[in-house]
């Protein structure tokens, strides 16, 4: 089937030719606004969450796999670069959380005005950031402590 | 869309014609509800996890086999599982319905339900292994 947007977008001139319609205008003619950032955010947050989530499984397969697997998934959450991948997930986990709460907000009818999305965007960036420092220096701290605990 | 240069008319229906008299399309509501009962289920599910990891942070593969075979943990690691990639899937496919146009549509969503479908599996398996083969091999241990 053809796209059914093209029915209108086919126009006539007056002499009876047919041209193309304009297509209205998109992203690039509208003043940047947090929220705008803030929706694509938490799309991207959720397809990156996803991947992780993925990536995670490789550490529930390795536990179950056996002791010398685990040893492999240590080295890579012992890595900075492995630290830093988790970080993100944990930071695009964190975010589509926060975005998610304030869906289903707005879906039971609160804070869904003008005025009330544009209040909550810095609060959900403020949210988001904090929680994901926190997390990520307390389970580092944790794995940093119990380390070295088993080593003494 | 099909040829920008030359305008030519291909539907001769507008899309409130189209649509007039067909009623719903009946499947959204579903989707749209799937979508937020997994969303609400995933909230105290994704707090438990956080303080599993808090638990599990730095811990050696016994540890984690341990912690794997006690069946509460098995039972919540697999909710977690089973909602995570669902939630996923259904979360996919509104990016697929709002980008992928025309033809690839129904093979993109597939592809994805497939491999979506594959991973979850691969995770509940896991969990499952980790409950049911881990807690054997601490006893042979033990024993």
Redesign the interface.
Known sequence: M?????????GQRSDGT???RPMSPHLQVYRFRLSMFLSIAN?AA??AA?GG??LG?CW????????KS??KVQKVTGNPLGQMLMAGWALA?VYH?VA??R??AW?SGYRFSKKEINEDGPVAVGVTVGTTLA?VS???G??????RK?AS | ??N?KK?????????LS?ARGLGSGQAGVGHWWAE?AS??AL?PL?GWF?IQ??RL??????E??KW?ARPFNTTM?LSL?IL??YH?QL??QV?IDDYV??KAHLPAGLLMKGI?FL?GL??AV??L??AL??SSRSTIAAG
């Open positions: 053809q796209d059914v947007r093209d029915a209108l977008y086919v047919l041209t193309r799309r959720g397809v996803a989530s993925a499984l529930i397969s390795a536990a179950a796999k056996g002791p685990f040893k986990l959380f998610g709460l869906h289903l879906d997390l307390g389970i580092v944790v794995a940093i402590c119990r380390s088993k | 869309m099909s920008p305008p030519h008319v291909t539907v001769m229906r507008s899309q189209r937020r969303a609400v909230v994704s956080v990891v808090f942070a730095g811990a050696s593969q016994p984690v086999a794997g690691m599982v995570t990639f996923t979360g996919l990016i146009h025309g979506v991973l691969f995770g896991s969990v292994k980790l083969a881990g």
